[in-house]
């Protein structure tokens, strides 16, 4: 990085940061800290909701997924757009109607508090440990560009993200993600046209997209039923719905969001403005990832993206296998350029016989360099066992230093660092909201006033980000950043969906029979992910139909009273609703 | 606090625009996503 870019990035944060703080300036009550005074409009609430998601992992991971697996990703958000249209069609009028100010607080409306203490929970568990690698993320940047220790760059950036949180609020958070997503899909456009501008040095875009098409890259849809595949059609629809549905509907860092809209048309047009563009808006992420395999395909990249593990190596007495590692790869590279090329022109004569010899010969290479690459990241682990070789994340990373003018460098690991700061500082907000209002004012100190719950409320957020900052400082283990976010939800959101959808959807079924239902469905989604290979979004679709099945046959079997009659919110600070006034 | 009715009967009572009824904008929305569909299933068998 050079100067410039350090100014640009360094520039950035601050002047983001400052905003924050100055459009927070005096904000000492509950309803500015918590809920950004219920004055939003869609557009806001649409960028904010699509900014909570879409985190600096989306922005880091999912390049590097497009590049090793191809664009099959974005069949996981086929479910998204029927998921919003449920929870704007359900959730909202209801979450409105009872003026509730968490998304768990409905449920001891509906069914008791500890059904309602279930649901903080299972939220509180997964979303603490999801906040962490939402840090990790950003970390990994940090820890490649100056070469800090990973765990030490965590620690900074944890609590960096810690310190911003605390004192700014919700309200600080919702007004700069507007700005933010913007920055984001500027800084995304950017990305994509200087990668399509490179490239075009090599081979023409409409060749280049036929290239990746035969060389496995463009499968956006597979309708196959194979229940273990990662990505289908199918789990994207129903396992996709499910997991949108949970997160959309039943997570506070989300549901917090919309509900700060000022009235319900406005909450259920920032949910459609997401559900019309969040799919197109990952298919494009991915195809960039795409773009970037096409320009490894002509510039040859270095045999790991990880330069740290290469150095490592380097650095250590096995120095000159690593060498010979890198010549191998050189070797197979310039073959691979030259059948890549040959695959390219045969595509333009359109002879089938010769694309069909050009695309196995690639493809053969491609396997070649990957056997090499694999000996490589043996190699780093017999001289440092505890490094992380899986190097998907660093794709994207390593293509915008090397290969992105002065300046727009600068100005991608800004919007890298701004969108993870922004999606943390939204998470551990949700969790010092409901650590609050459903754990320590319903169960602890009931009666306080607006002030001392701001200040439980500020130190139960640093709280969560120290755990957060834990949890990231064993996300090495992980395979790949998003999937990893994904897994992590999959596990509990199904539960909790099933919980809500019992409450909306089966009158007859009461508070302990769903208790009962919802922690059989968690431990049996546990188990299912340590024994089985099961692909992990049909976890939400699992643990949701349990809830429901389970706790319509033990209401069944269960005596007492079933239904507890709805009441509006009471009117007290913390726990009005938006449309209390 | 009092509730306050004429705001709260705004906040509840909503329209949406251009359609009179929120399932038109649904069926817009979803029907967009089949949209979508169908254009990645030409993208697929155009490239494969």
């Given at each position: 990085?050079?100067?410039?870019?350090?100014?640009?990035?360094?520039?950035?944060?601050?002047?983001?940061?400052?905003?924050?703080?100055?459009?927070?300036?005096?904000?000492?009550?509950?309803?500015?800290?918590?809920?950004?005074?219920?004055?939003?409009?869609?557009?806001?609430?649409?960028?904010?909701?699509?900014?909570?998601?879409?985190?600096?992992?989306?922005?880091?991971?999912?390049?590097?997924?497009?590049?090793?697996?191809?664009?099959?990703?974005?069949?996981?958000?086929?479910?998204?757009?029927?998921?919003?249209?449920?929870?704007?069609?359900?959730?909202?009028?209801?979450?409105?109607?009872?003026?509730?100010?968490?998304?768990?607080?409905?449920?001891?409306?509906?069914?008791?508090?500890?059904?309602?203490?279930?649901?903080?929970?299972?939220?509180?568990?997964?979303?603490g440990l999801a906040a962490g690698i939402t840090i990790y993320a950003p970390s990994i940047i940090l820890s490649?560009?100056?070469?800090w220790n990973l765990d030490v760059t965590i620690l900074l950036m944890g609590i960096l993200v810690v310190?911003?949180?605390?004192?700014?609020?919700?309200?600080?958070?919702?007004?700069?993600?507007?700005?933010?997503?913007?920055?984001?899909?500027?800084?995304?456009?950017?990305?994509?046209?200087?990668?399509?501008?490179?490239?075009?040095?090599?081979?023409?875009?409409?060749?280049?997209?036929?290239?990746?098409?035969?060389?496995?890259?463009?499968?956006?849809?597979?309708?196959?039923?194979?229940?273990?595949?990662?990505?289908?059609?199918?789990?994207?629809?129903?396992?996709?719905?499910?997991?949108?549905?949970?997160?959309?509907?039943?997570?506070?860092?989300?549901?917090?969001?919309?509900?700060?809209?000022?009235?319900?048309?406005?909450?259920?047009?920032?949910?459609?403005?997401?559900?019309?563009?969040?799919?197109?808006?990952?298919?494009?992420?991915?195809?960039?990832?795409?773009?970037?395999?096409?320009?490894?395909?002509?510039?040859?990249?270095?045999?790991?993206?990880?330069?740290?593990?290469?150095?490592?190596?380097?650095?250590?007495?096995?120095?000159?296998?690593?060498?010979?590692?890198?010549?191998?790869?050189?070797?197979?590279?310039?073959?691979?350029?030259?059948?890549?090329?040959?695959?390219?022109?045969?595509?333009?004569?359109?002879?089938?016989?010769?694309?069909?010899?050009?695309?196995?010969?690639?493809?053969?290479?491609?396997?070649?360099?990957?056997?090499?690459?694999?000996?490589?990241?043996?190699?780093?682990?017999?001289?440092?066992?505890k490094m992380e070789?899986?190097?998907?994340d660093?794709?994207?990373?390593?293509?915008?230093?090397?290969?992105?003018?002065?300046?727009?460098?600068?100005?991608?690991?800004?919007?890298?660092?701004?969108?993870s700061?922004?999606?943390t500082?939204?998470?551990?907000?949700?969790?010092?909201?409901?650590?609050?209002?459903?754990?320590?004012?319903?169960?602890?100190?009931?009666?306080?006033?607006?002030?001392?719950?701001?200040?439980?409320?500020?130190?139960?957020?640093?709280?969560w980000g120290l755990v957060a900052i834990s949890f990231a400082m064993t996300a090495y283990l992980v395979?790949?950043l998003?999937?990893a976010?994904?897994?992590l939800?999959?596990?509990?959101?199904?539960?909790?969906?099933?919980?809500?959808?019992?409450?909306?959807?089966?009158?007859?079924?009461?508070?302990?029979?769903?208790?009962?239902?919802?922690?059989?469905?968690?431990?049996?989604?546990?188990?299912?992910?340590?024994?089985?290979?099961?692909?992990?979004?049909?976890?939400?679709?699992?643990?949701?139909?349990?809830?429901?099945?389970?706790?319509?046959?033990?209401?069944?079997?269960?005596?007492?009273?079933?239904?507890?009659?709805?009441?509006?919110?009471?009117?007290?600070?913390?726990?009005?609703?938006?449309?209390?006034? | 606090?009092?509730?306050?009715?004429?705001?709260?009967?705004?906040?509840?009572?909503?329209?949406?625009?251009?359609?009179?009824?929120?399932?038109?904008?649904?069926?817009?929305?979803?029907?967009?996503?089949?949209?979508?569909?169908?254009?990645?299933?030409?993208?697929?068998?155009?490239?494969?």
């Amino acid at each position: 990085m050079s100067l410039l870019d350090f100014v640009v990035l360094f520039g950035t944060l601050l002047a983001i940061a400052a905003y924050g703080i100055w459009k927070t300036r005096g904000s000492r009550d509950l309803e500015g800290y918590f809920r950004g005074d219920h004055t939003m409009k869609w557009g806001t609430i649409g960028l904010s909701v699509m900014a909570t998601q879409a985190s600096a992992i989306t922005f880091l991971s999912t390049p590097g997924l497009a590049y090793e697996q191809g664009m099959a990703f974005v069949q996981n958000y086929l479910g998204l757009p029927i998921a919003l249209v449920i929870v704007s069609a359900l959730f909202i009028p209801m979450y409105y109607r009872l003026g509730v100010y968490t998304a768990y607080e409905y449920l001891e409306r509906r069914f008791d508090l500890k059904t309602r203490q279930l649901g903080a929970f299972l939220f509180l568990i997964q979303r603490g440990l999801a906040a962490g690698i939402t840090i990790y993320a950003p970390s990994i940047i940090l820890s490649t560009l100056i070469g800090w220790n990973l765990d030490v760059t965590i620690l900074l950036m944890g609590i960096l993200v810690v310190v911003y949180t605390v004192s700014g609020g919700t309200r600080a958070v919702s007004l700069t993600q507007k700005h933010q997503m913007a920055v984001i899909l500027v800084g995304m456009a950017v990305a994509f046209l200087l990668v399509v501008s490179d490239l075009s040095r090599h081979i023409p875009f409409s060749r280049a997209l036929e290239v990746a098409g035969k060389m496995g890259r463009l499968e956006v849809i597979n309708f196959s039923l194979d229940y273990s595949a990662r990505y289908t059609f199918w789990s994207g629809i129903l396992g996709g719905l499910f997991l949108a549905l949970s997160y959309f509907g039943t997570d506070q860092s989300q549901v917090g969001r919309y509900l700060s809209g000022e009235t319900v048309t406005e909450s259920r047009l920032g949910l459609m403005f997401n559900a019309v563009f969040k799919v197109p808006m990952q298919f494009f992420i991915l195809l960039t990832g795409v773009m970037v395999f096409l320009f490894y395909q002509f510039v040859e990249p270095p045999i790991l993206f990880k330069h740290t593990a290469v150095r490592a190596v380097h650095e250590s007495s096995r120095a000159p296998e690593m060498r010979d590692l890198e010549a191998r790869y050189s070797a197979a590279f310039r073959e691979k350029r030259e059948a890549i090329r040959a695959l390219a022109a045969a595509l333009e004569g359109e002879d089938e016989g010769a694309i069909a010899a050009a695309q196995a010969r690639a493809k053969g290479l491609e396997r070649r360099a990957e056997e090499i690459r694999s000996e490589a990241k043996d190699l780093v682990v017999r001289v440092d066992p505890k490094m992380e070789v899986k190097d998907s994340d660093y794709v994207f990373l390593t293509f915008i230093l090397h290969h992105l003018p002065r300046g727009v460098v600068g100005l991608l690991i800004a919007v890298i660092f701004c969108a993870s700061m922004s999606s943390t500082s939204s998470e551990l907000n949700a969790l010092g909201s409901t650590s609050t209002v459903d754990l320590y004012q319903r169960l602890l100190r009931p009666r306080e006033t607006e002030r001392h719950y701001v200040i439980v409320s500020r130190v139960l957020t640093a709280f969560w980000g120290l755990v957060a900052i834990s949890f990231a400082m064993t996300a090495y283990l992980v395979e790949n950043l998003i999937e990893a976010v994904n897994i992590l939800g999959s596990l509990f959101y199904g539960t909790l969906l099933g919980i809500f959808l019992t409450a909306f959807l089966l009158k007859r079924v009461g508070g302990t029979a769903v208790f009962a239902a919802a922690l059989v469905a968690e431990a049996m989604v546990i188990a299912l992910y340590f024994t089985t290979d099961i692909g992990y979004l049909w976890y939400n679709l699992i643990g949701c139909g349990m809830v429901l099945a389970l706790g319509t046959v033990l209401q069944a079997a269960l005596p007492g009273p079933r239904q507890r009659r709805m009441e509006p919110a009471p009117k007290d600070p913390v726990a009005s609703g938006p449309g209390r006034g | 606090m009092p509730i306050d009715a004429e705001k709260e009967r705004r906040i509840i009572d909503d329209r949406p625009p251009v359609f009179r009824r929120w399932t038109g904008v649904y069926a817009l929305v979803l029907g967009f996503l089949g949209f979508l569909v169908l254009l990645f299933r030409l993208f697929t068998w155009h490239y494969k």
